[in-house]
């Protein structure tokens, strides 16, 4: 109002004020006559909405999370993805942002970042030779694998030592490969010109003679 004067609580002389804190606000307004009247506002300041996120942030490549916010009776809530729920789930990495508004209008705003990890490399190789038996044996002969056969998961080994080329688990029904079960050896002259062959099939060891003519 032209000629009026202004004086509020706070001792601000001007018709409007900007006020954040709760309480009582009064001002005196005073015409060009000296009359004057007071008004008052009481304010109040309500808490702001929880907004916290919580969930798995860390994930897997394939893997998905789910992210939520406190669900609160008469609030909405508004995601950076557009949903309107307290809960969303997502598998892709980002920030993701959910605003918060109570029933008296307040609104508060929260995030979260999330990272996918990429898998690591996972390769198998190697032989899958695999007989139905009852029996398994493993042969080995100067460090090199000449057959393997089993029935069952697990890890095998076999134990090379010195001149020892073969190592028996059990007795197997599957064959090793043709040429590879038979061993065979040549020991020196004995006696009258005859030799000694020795043909090794598993434990057992069966003695040849051979003798040569005069």
């Known amino acids: 109002m ?4 202004y004086l509020w609580s706070t001792g601000e002389t001007t018709n409007c004020i900007t006020v954040d804190e709760a309480g009582t606000y009064s001002v005196t307004v005073t015409d060009a006559d000296g009359c004057f009247s007071v008004c008052s506002e009481e304010v109040a300041v309500n808490p ?14 394939g893997e998905a999370s789910e992210l939520c916010t406190p669900l609160v009776a008469g609030s909405t809530y508004l995601w950076s993805t557009g949903e309107t729920t307290n809960c969303i789930t997502v598998d892709e990495a980002g920030t993701y942002s959910v605003t918060v508004t109570d029933a008296d209008g307040c609104f508060s705003v929260c995030s979260e970042e999330v990272t996918v990890n990429p898998l690591p490399v996972c390769t198998v190789t190697g032989d899958d030779l695999i007989c139905r038996a009852r029996w398994r044996a493993l042969h080995a002969s100067r460090g090199r694998q000449l057959c393997i056969t089993v029935d069952e998961a697990g890890t095998y080994s076999v134990t090379v030592r010195r001149r020892l080329f073969q190592l028996l688990q059990r007795r197997s029904r599957c064959q090793p490969a043709a040429g590879l079960h038979r061993h065979w050896r040549q020991h020196p002259l004995r006696g009258r010109g005859q030799r000694a062959l020795h043909a ?14 005069h």
């Open 2 to 5: 032209a000629g009026s004067t």
């Open 48 to 61: 702001l909405p929880v907004c916290t996120v919580t969930g798995d942030n860390t994930l897997c490549e």
């Open 200 to 213: 090794s099939r598993g434990r057992q060891h069966i003695p040849v003679e051979h003798r040569r003519n």
